[in-house]
């Protein structure tokens, strides 16, 4: 069977996702590779813009994304794979990343670097050109090695691998248009690459040379020969899928090449090399072509220029001082938060409540019936006015200063500090990843989870974020703790005390994250934990602009959206339970004494359980429902402030238990609405929404049971 390689590029980039459509013939589609850390997202929006798009690839969880370029009149797709270390076809992002480089029919590679550890980096680059011959080298963050007088000679560089090679600053845009110029040469066919090929031993260049003329006779050039015959030697079963995938061929049906297979393998082994040992010499061949080309082009003006981030890594990744610094770090950032966000959230509050009249005016012009206009107005707007008057002001503050944290290279740090935690609880170590992504929605954190490649570490990731709150749970534990656990103080301490109390709450969240994650990997996912490459990227100076930028646009308003889209029904919904009444009561009422004996068990009452199952679509609504419910208003009210929020919570029999159990219902309570939409996606699968929606419930319960009867017990209150 043939092919032909003119029949196969629609369908790979159908398969991959990417659903990528010229415009006209002369557009190019160029793939961007390279290691995580390297700066190539900050190449791909440099040079694309606003101008592009993201999407799941079709069967795995790995987001891919695209962008337009122009570039002298030439039109360029630029596609960002996932970033990865190697093309083993180890994880799912090594072999998606592998799949589009060897079947997508890029017109062109660009494999970005990073230029103060580039040895490590070419590892990758040595890969991709033995799959293809359209490879650019693109050594980024030149700026970063100038500062450690780390010096590059990219001429020697380029000679030694036979591929055009450009050092770029991707953050200040230096260099990009020199590597636009060097893609439009290969891909226009005015610059032919000569690429290094790596000569492995005689034994292994042997057996591969009995292989490739079949496979080349069976594929036709439509993949390197050369490649697949030593994947073929190393067993790798993923490539033979891919290419049944891809291509619609199977090799293994193909009686030559599997007796060519048997026979070279038979010399490898009779060469002392079994085939457990193959990958190894393979790996080990590869590194080692990448340590002389190294000592040949790159030259240290000090020989001690990482002597910086290590001394500052002793600190920060100290058994002894790294977790305590992590909680500090945590505290600043809260407190800064809370500290920050009181005055723009009063303003914020002031002047959408300040709308209301006018919009009521507007009803009673067009003669709107009064229930109406108290359904959008007393019911829709306000609920709105709430969540974002709530809500806006601490993301604001919180998304930037977690970016900037990002950007800096701590998070990754953060990850091996609580590694061995989560390796004792046979989890995975990224799950320390996934877990910060959840303090900002835990939604964000769900889809995080793709970065673990093991299904059972994802799935206990993915059940477990929500035992970190998200911003639209802090509202609610930071009116409690100020108005209840610190508000007997004032000025400065009332906030350090509320920061102190807010971190031993998040604190106690991620603990109980690590002991959920034991649970269940030693009962319904059961498993080893997988070992995994960390690597701890070089500290470096983040660019506040492109901070708050990124952290306003892609975090703070999207997550805010998506809380007004959930906000607005159930804004309606509280007001019809509230309005509408059987006998002397509303249907609230109603709703509340028939919860109120179980709720009393835990320590809350029959109003504060209700908010919590109004809030289902969105956290930050549970206060203020609460509030509503208390004054029998039938609408949400704001109170002057928080002296008067402690009066009405008193009056209803609110005690420091109340307070303290309502807390820690917040913290461990079910996922919002959002969040199990997201989880049935990741997932794709029903059960585990149900399970990741049960887990937490269920532990929310028992703490709150615990707690309030040992507090009974001991006649605390």
């Given amino acids: 069977m043939g092919l032909t390689s003119a029949s196969t590029g629609a369908k790979v980039l159908k398969h991959c996702g990417l659903n990528i459509e010229k415009e006209t013939q002369r557009d190019k589609i160029v793939a961007l590779a390279g290691n995580p850390n390297v700066g190539k997202s900050t190449v791909f929006n440099s040079l694309t813009g606003l101008n592009q798009h993201t999407g799941n690839w079709p069967g795995k969880t790995v987001v891919n994304a695209q962008g337009k370029y122009r570039h002298k009149g030439n039109n ?83 000679s ?36 290094l090929r790596i000569t492995y031993t005689d034994e292994i260049e042997n057996a591969a040379s009995l292989i490739e003329p079949e496979v080349s006779e069976a594929l036709q050039e439509c993949v390197s020969s050369r490649w697949v015959a030593y994947k073929l030697l190393d067993g790798d079963e993923s490539i033979l899928q891919s290419l049944k995938t891809y291509l619609g061929y199977d090799l293994m049906q193909n009686e030559k090449i599997l007796q060519k297979v048997a026979k070279a393998r038979d010399l490898l082994d009779a060469s002392g090399i079994p085939l457990d040992q193959f990958r190894d010499l393979i790996v080990t061949e590869i590194i080692k072509t990448c340590e002389n080309i190294s000592n040949e082009t790159i030259t240290f003006e000090e020989k001690k220029y990482a002597e910086r981030d290590r001394k500052i890594d002793k600190i920060l990744t100290s058994k002894l001082t790294g977790i305590p610094i992590m909680i500090v770090l945590l505290f600043c950032v809260f407190w800064i938060t809370i500290s920050g966000a ?75 500090n609580l590694d061995n935690f989560f390796r004792k609880a046979c989890a995975h170590g990224k799950q320390a990843l996934t877990m910060c992504m959840g ?13 673990i490649d093991s299904p059972r570490e994802r799935l206990i990731a993915i059940i477990t974020n929500n035992f970190v709150p998200c911003n639209g ?56 934990p997988s070992s995994f490459n960390l690597e701890l990227p070089p500290y470096r100076r983040p660019q506040i602009g492109r901070v708050i930028v990124r952290s306003i646009f892609d975090r703070t308003l999207f997550v805010l959206g998506r809380a007004v889209i959930v906000a607005a029904p159930a804004g309606l919904i509280i007001w019809i339970l509230a309005n509408i009444h059987v006998g002397d009561l509303s249907l609230l009422a109603h709703c509340a004494g028939f919860l109120d004996p179980f709720a009393r068990l835990l320590g809350l009452d029959g109003y504060i359980l209700m908010a919590f199952i109004l809030g289902f679509p969105a956290n930050e609504i549970v206060i203020p429902i609460i509030i509503m419910s208390y004054m029998a208003t039938g609408t949400l009210t704001d109170l002057e402030n928080l002296s008067d929020l402690h ?36 997932t794709q699968s029903l059960k585990w929404t149900l399970i990741s929606f049960a887990i937490p419930t269920m532990t929310g319960i028992v703490v709150c049971l615990i707690v309030a009867n040992i507090a009974r017990l001991f006649r605390l209150v």
Avoid at 480 to 501: K, N, P, V
Wanted: proline share 4%.
């Fill in 76 to 158: 360029f797709i630029m596609v960002d794979i996932p970033g990865t270390y190697s093309l083993m076809a180890n994880s799912t992002e090594e072999e998606i990343a592998r799949d589009f480089i060897c079947f997508g029919e890029p017109d062109a590679v660009v494999v970005v670097a990073d230029a103060t550890c580039l040895e490590r980096n070419l590892n990758l680059v040595l890969q991709t050109m033995e799959i293809t011959d359209k490879v650019i080298l693109c050594v980024n963050l030149m700026d970063e090695a100038k500062k450690k007088k780390i010096n590059i000679n990219l001429n020697l560089l380029a």
């Fill in 160 to 195: 030694r691998l036979g591929i055009p090679v450009v050092g770029t600053n991707a953050r200040s845009g230096e260099g990009l248009d020199q590597l636009m110029d060097l893609v439009t040469s290969l891909t226009n066919g005015s610059f032919v690459t000569k690429p």
């Fill in 342 to 416: 009181n005055v723009p959230s009063s303003l914020l509050a002031t002047g959408l409540f300040s709308l209301e009249k006018p919009i009521s005016n507007f009803f009673l012009w067009v003669s709107a019936p009064e229930w109406l206009r108290s359904i959008f107005v007393d019911g829709i707007y306000r609920t709105l006015a709430w969540v974002i008057s709530v809500m806006l002001p601490p993301m604001a503050i919180f998304f930037p200063l977690f970016t900037l944290l990002e950007d800096l290279g701590y998070l990754p740090r953060i990850a091996f």
């Fill in 439 to 451: 303090f900002g929605c835990n939604a964000a954190g769900i889809i995080g989870c793709r970065i």
């Fill in 473 to 528: 749970r802090f509202p609610t534990l930071i009116a409690i703790i100020t108005t209840f656990l610190a508000g007997t103080m004032g000025g400065l301490f009332q906030s350090i005390t509320s920061t102190l109390i807010l971190t031993g709450v998040i604190v106690l969240g991620v603990t109980m994250t690590v002991l959920i994650s034991k649970l269940l990997s030693k009962t319904i996912l059961k498993g080893v």
């Fill in 647 to 682: 009066a009405l919570f008193v009056s209803h029999g609110w005690t420091w238990l109340t307070a303290v159990c309502t807390m820690l219902f917040s913290l461990m309570h079910w996922p919002c609405g959002t969040t199990c939409l997201t989880i049935k996606k990741e």
